[in-house]
């Protein structure tokens, strides 16, 4: 016999609330800036795939199911911050991959470039929430792992581009996410 909090050997682990199968959020979790990075991933992925230009990748997301929802404004800001700083973003990944660019799968590419985009643009969002944000997208978007590689790649850069605050969190003993 075993408790509610453990399950029995060989059972599925109990879902959270709030939570799907694979431990992703659920929609009706999600807060309006969750959504604009989902619809940001998915844009992203266009761009890095077919190569589309942000106009009509724009035209195309904004016609998507949902996206009012989200906070286009930030949206904006990812869509369009990424594609024009992207070869400025990946000189910031590559150092922190051990492999080259070309291998890393592109929905965790986008991940990892909207990551370093709000570290070093959204600086209201604490650099934590863009780990955890960006962790979340891998999750319900990408492979079976890939939000512990998008973790380890965003982690290695969050000191260099927020160095005040995760200083300031180490110190106060806040743990890395």
């Known amino acids: 016999m075993t408790d509610d909090a453990t399950p029995a050997p060989g059972a599925a682990p109990a879902r959270q609330p709030g939570r799907t199968a694979t431990g992703a959020r659920k929609a009706s979790a999600k807060s309006a800036r969750s959504r604009a990075r989902e619809f940001a991933l998915q844009a992203l992925y266009q761009h890095l795939v077919g190569k589309q230009g942000p106009e009509a990748i724009d035209r ?12 286009s404004l930030h ?5 369009r911050g990424c594609i024009e700083q992207g070869e400025a ?13 070309e291998e890393i799968s592109p929905i965790e590419h986008a991940v990892m470039w909207i990551g370093a ?3 070093q643009h959204a600086l209201d ?3 934590r929430v863009v780990i955890n944000e960006c ?5 319900e978007f990408g492979g079976t792992d ?5 973790n380890g790649v965003l982690g290695g850069l969050a000191p260099q581009l927020r160095p005040a605050e995760v200083q300031a969190d180490r110190a106060a003993g806040k743990a890395r996410p």
């Open 125 to 127: 969002v604490p650099w």
């Open 117 to 119: 985009w709000e570290f």
């Open 75 to 79: 949206y904006d800001a990812l869509l």
């Open 146 to 150: 890939g939000h512990k590689y998008v």
């Open 89 to 101: 973003l990946d000189a910031l990944i590559v150092p922190l991959l051990d492999r080259k660019i």
């Open 60 to 71: 195309f997301t904004r016609d998507l199911a949902g996206f009012h929802k989200a906070d």
């Open 135 to 139: 962790i979340e997208l891998a999750k």
